[in-house]
């Protein structure tokens, strides 16, 4: 089948519509929150559903070492590197039926459409559910997008997370293997361009009043852990001039973090998360505090000199106060920028189909970024309602929904007949 512009093919608005309400009811709770970790029986009787969709749309299904539920339909050049759209779909605890779910079922969704019209792509198409996007259970989190880019580290399936099981266990309860997890990674000639449609989990496209979001970034955050030490005492007998209280310190470092973002500007967002306290007691001034703090923004330099802001803050604190405060630094992803000719199709595409778009960054993470090492990425959003996400309220309009499908059709359409340029 050849398809000309003005008769390109539009995905079924009900059926993407139906499925995402019947992948919701899977761990759904009684408050209409959804609970689907990764691993879990929900995850997995999740998975088998989409694996049944996949296989409705055309698709050969597997599942490869690092846990991803991959659909794959031929390309007519038996050459040519993939397309690969992708998502996930395990869920927060009591979170939202969209969030990650929405890009893997349009996928599957744009799969079936050209399945059922009949379009042969040159391309391979490749659709991915990632395996543990969320991190459940204390795990490193976008564990299969690591997996599929080669980054997961010799000997991963003997950790273990907060529970006390395997990673290999957890492997293996949803098809991986560990021991064969080299076979999972994928290589910068086997794709071409990689595609993710997600809601936007911000309010930013609602009050702008605009459908389609071309995500421009993907930020990246650092987690450190600020430590206030103080000298506990007896709350009722010692003098205020007299007292070294690091939960005084500690209100003053959370201060400061805010200050970071939103009144210095240095980064995008910054968030204090964690608040622990010793010894805890109503009667006992707070000896010891930690902090779990944790910094987003678009540039890696940004998020640096975040960190040395906090560090001439929290010196200040501590001088003021009688206290000491360590700051150690954590986990850090890095932030990546959606490939530019990948933006301009997308907002390209939208146009065509007679939407308005608006360029943003995405604050929250996305397999997507990881995906980045090894391929060109663009995202495209969808409106959240409210701005909520990873709650029982996330809600995105069905219509919205359908109109991000249809965008990402498109942009595979167009992908397949000519790549961006700068691959």
């Known amino acids: 089948m050849t398809v000309v512009q003005g008769t390109r093919p539009r995905v079924n ?36 559903y ?5 296989l409705e749309a055309g698709l ?18 038996g050459t040519a590197p993939a397309l690969v759209l992708g998502s996930h779909i395990d869920t927060v605890v009591n979170g939202g039926a969209y969030d990650g779910a929405y890009g893997v079922l349009a996928a599957v969704e744009v799969a079936r459409v050209l ?5 042969r792509l040159r391309h391979p198409l490749v659709v991915v559910a990632f395996c543990d996007e969320e991190g459940a259970h204390g795990t490193m989190g ?28 957890l492997l293996a ?73 690091a939960l005084d310190a500690a209100a003053r470092v959370l201060l400061a973090v805010r200050s970071i973002a939103a009144d210095e500007g240095i980064v ?3 968030t204090t998360g964690t608040c622990s306290v010793e010894p805890g007691m109503w009667n006992v001034i707070p000896g010891l505090v930690r902090l779990g703090v944790e910094f987003r923004d678009v540039t890696a330099s940004a998020l640096d000199d975040a960190v040395a802001r906090l560090g001439e803050l929290a010196q200040e604190i501590a001088k003021a106060t009688g206290t000491q405060i360590e700051i150690g630094l954590g ?28 360029r943003l960054p995405s604050g929250a993470g996305h397999d997507a970024q990881i995906v980045a090492r090894i391929a060109p990425i663009g995202m495209i959003f969808v409106p959240s309602t409210g701005g909520v996400s990873h709650a029982p309220d996330e809600h995105t309009p069905p219509d919205q929904l359908t109109q991000g499908a249809d965008v990402l059709l498109s942009a595979v359409l167009q992908l397949d007949g000519g790549l961006v340029a700068g691959r």
């Open 50 to 54: 989409v694996a049944g969709l996949m």
């Open 142 to 169: 976008m564990l299969g997008a690591h997996g599929f880019t080669g980054a997961l580290p010799a000997g991963f399936g003997e950790e273990r997370d907060n529970r006390g099981i395997t990673i290999a266990d």
């Open 331 to 358: 986990a850090r992803t890095t932030p990546v920028d959606c490939h530019p000719g990948l933006r301009d199709l997308i907002a390209r595409c939208a146009a065509e189909l007679g939407l308005s778009s608006h």
């Open 13 to 48: 608005a009900g059926r993407l519509n139906g499925h995402i309400a019947a992948l919701g009811d899977i761990g759904r709770g009684p408050g209409g929150g959804v609970t689907r970790l990764a691993f879990t029986a929900e995850d997995v009787q999740g998975r088998a």
């Open 60 to 77: 050969a299904v597997e599942v490869d070492a690092a846990g991803n539920l991959i659909g794959r339909r031929r390309g007519a050049d």
């Open 268 to 270: 995008l967002r910054a």
């Open 115 to 119: 399945h059922e019209e009949g379009v």
């Open 173 to 245: 309860a949803v098809g991986g293997d560990h021991l064969r997890l080299d076979e999972a990674a994928w290589t910068r000639d086997e794709i071409a361009a990689y595609l993710e449609l997600h809601i936007e989990q911000g309010s930013v496209l609602e009050r702008l009043g605009v459908p389609i979001g071309v995500v421009e970034s993907i930020t990246g955050r650092l987690n450190l852990t600020v430590t206030v030490e103080g000298v506990a005492g007896h709350a009722g007998t010692t003098p205020m001039e007299h007292r070294v209280d």
